[in-house]
């Protein structure tokens, strides 16, 4: 069992950056396929990017591609998305997930654990 805690969001101009942070407070992430989701004002939750046990695989929403990176640091227990030339419609509230397969990530329904989530707001 992983207990994951997000950081890193806030409120930002079109065109900035931010990275998001999930900190596994709990267990360790080093056996989970990782990934960020969002959830936007009035939307269904979206994966956003996934993560390999590894990092040696990575996948994107064609929304995002070129955009953000996902990456993560095992040896801290930490996974990193990294955002920039943020816009508007990117404003959500974003999550921190892992999955024991990385086959089942991309979808919320194949998450095993979920973080609380960081907002972020990107202002036009």
């Known amino acids: 069992q992983v207990r994951l805690v997000e950081s890193g969001g806030g409120l930002v101009q079109a065109g900035d950056s931010l990275r998001l942070s999930c900190d596994a407070s709990?267990?360790?992430?080093?056996?989970?396929?990782m990934g960020w989701f969002r959830q936007g004002p009035g939307k269904e939750r979206e994966s956003v990017a996934t993560?390999?046990?590894?990092?040696?695989?990575?996948e994107y929403a064609d929304s995002v591609k070129g955009r953000f990176t996902v990456s993560r640091d095992n040896a801290k227990n930490t996974l990193y998305l990294q955002m920039n030339s943020l816009k508007p419609e990117d404003t959500a509230v974003y999550y921190c997930?892992?999955?024991?397969?990385?086959?089942?990530?991309?979808?919320?329904?194949?998450?095993?654990?979920w973080g609380q989530g960081t907002q972020v707001i990107v202002s036009s």
């Open positions: 997930a892992a999955a024991v397969a990385y086959d089942s990530i991309w979808t919320p329904v194949g998450v095993d654990y």
């Open positions: 709990r267990g360790t992430i080093n056996v989970y396929a």
């Open positions: 993560i390999s046990v590894g990092g040696d695989t990575t």
